[in-house]
């Protein structure tokens, strides 16, 4: 059975860094995290859920949410399984809990539909 489990959560000053992980696991002989798309989706008390990133499938293409473009970034590293969301200046309208989600589509509509969801990373930016 498919799964991912995120790490790396935290309370960090407005200004910040952390870097959110990602494991896959559970994946049918042959198969990798590389053949499917992998996002990074996060949701604020009584705020609807936004995709802030993904990553596409056998591909290095990558796309964002404006809210986070220049300051987030997604890598894939396909030998460990794992999806990373580095965050940089970090601010406090981004304290969330962040979920990684795979099997989904990944283009620039950053879709909130995948199959696959972890149980979140609360992010919490005080300023």
């Known amino acids: 059975q498919l799964r991912v489990v995120e790490s790396g959560g935290g309370s960090v000053p407005s200004g910040g860094s952390l870097r959110l992980s990602c494991v896959a696991s559970?994946?049918?002989?042959?198969?990798?995290?590389?053949?499917?798309?992998l996002g990074w989706l996060r949701q604020a008390p009584g705020k609807e859920r936004e995709a802030v990133s993904c990553?596409?499938?056998?591909?290095?293409?990558?796309y964002y949410a404006d809210s986070v473009k220049g300051r987030f970034t997604i890598s894939r590293d396909s030998a460990k399984n794992t999806v990373y969301l580095q965050m940089t200046s970090l601010m406090p309208e981004d304290t969330a809990n962040y979920y990684c989600?795979?099997?989904?589509?990944?283009?620039?509509?950053?879709?909130?539909?995948?199959?696959?969801w972890g149980q979140g990373a609360q992010v919490t930016v005080s300023s």
């Open positions: 989600a795979m099997g989904g589509r990944c283009d620039s509509r950053l879709e909130r539909t995948y199959a696959v």
């Open positions: 559970g994946f049918k002989s042959g198969f990798s995290v590389e053949h499917y798309s």
């Open positions: 990553i596409r499938t056998h591909s290095n293409d990558t």
